[in-house]
């Protein structure tokens, strides 16, 4: 079993930034490939970023490349994603996830773990 507990969100004008990170308990985290998702009220969850467990690839969707950046300390057991020059449709609640297969994905029903969320809120 993975804990996962995000943190990090807020209220934040357009262009601005914020940092989510993403807390990890329990089986040893650097085994997992860990991913961020979002849904936005009305809409399905989607991809965001990933990470994998050794290497450190890094996966984008297309809306959030050139300004999202996810990283990972495996000394802290905690996963990050920087979030700059944030736009209004970027807001949503924003979900940690954590998948133990060897093959990192960026599909939502593929990962094994999941966080409570963190609600970002972009004005313009």
């Known amino acids: 079993q993975v804990q996962l507990v995000e943190s990090g969100g807020g209220l934040v004008q357009a262009g601005g930034s914020l940092r989510l990170s993403c807390a990890t308990s329990?089986?040893?985290?650097?085994?997992?490939?860990m991913g961020w998702f979002r849904q936005a009220p009305g809409k399905e969850r989607e991809f965001v970023a990933a990470?994998?467990?050794?290497?450190?690839?890094?996966y984008y969707a297309d809306s959030v490349k050139g300004r999202f950046t996810i990283s990972r300390d495996n000394v802290k057991n905690t996963v990050y994603l920087q979030m700059n020059r944030l736009k209004p449709e970027d807001t949503a609640v924003y979900y940690c996830?954590?998948?133990?297969?060897?093959?990192?994905?960026?599909?939502?029903?593929?990962?094994?773990?999941w966080g409570q969320g963190t609600q970002v809120t972009v004005s313009s």
């Open positions: 329990g089986r040893t985290f650097s085994y997992y490939h």
């Open positions: 996830a954590a998948r133990s297969n060897v093959v990192v994905s960026t599909r939502s029903y593929e990962y094994d773990y």
């Open positions: 990470i994998t467990w050794t290497s450190g690839h890094t």
